[in-house]
Nanobody, 126 residues
Framework: QVQLVESGGGLVQAGGSLRLSCAAS????????MGWFRQAPGKEREFVAA????????YYADSVKGRFTISRDNTKNTGYLQMNSLKPEDTAVYYC???????????????????WGQGTQVTVSS
C-alpha cells in the first residue's frame, strides 16, 4: 500500500501563488507516475499535471501550462505542484495520485492511478 498526503492548499487572491505538496509513504517503488487532479464544485474531476518519477518527464493540461509546475524531491519522496498566476477558475479540491504501472496509458486517465490522496482545497478569490 502507498499512502499519499496532500498539503499546501488555502485561500489566495487571483494572481497569487500556492505550492501543493504530496508526501508518499508506505510501499515504495523505483518508478511510478505521480499525477495531480482537481475537482471544482459541480464538475467532474480533471487532470492537471503528472510526472514520471524516475525520468522526470512532465505533462500538463492545457489550462495550466505556463502557470503550474510539477516537480519531485526523491530524497523526501514528495511531489510538488507550484501554482502561479492563479485564477478563480483554478478553485477546486486538488488530489494527488500515484500509478505504479501505466504502459502507454496517457497521464490524464484516472483509471491508471492506483492510489489517491484525500485532497486539499484551493480557493482563488477574484
Amino acid at each position: 500500500q502507498v499512502q499519499l498526503v496532500e498539503s499546501g492548499g488555502g485561500l489566495v487572491q487571483a494572481g497569487g501563488s500556492l505550492r501543493l505538496s504530496c508526501a508518499a509513504s508506505g510501499r515504495t517503488f523505483t518508478n511510478y507516475r505521480m499525477g495531480w487532479f482537481r475537482q471544482a464544485p459541480g464538475k467532474e474531476r480533471e487532470f492537471v499535471a503528472a510526472i514520471n518519477w524516475s525520468a522526470g518527464s512532465t505533462y500538463y493540461a492545457d489550462s495550466v501550462k505556463g502557470r503550474f509546475t510539477i516537480s519531485r524531491d526523491n530524497t523526501k519522496n514528495t511531489g510538488y505542484l507550484q501554482m502561479n498566476s492563479l485564477k478563480p477558475e483554478d478553485t477546486a479540491v486538488y488530489y494527488c495520485a500515484a500509478a505504479i504501472a501505466w504502459g502507454s496509458i496517457p497521464p490524464g486517465i484516472e483509471a491508471a492511478y492506483n492510489y489517491w490522496g484525500q485532497g486539499t482545497q484551493v480557493t482563488v478569490s477574484s
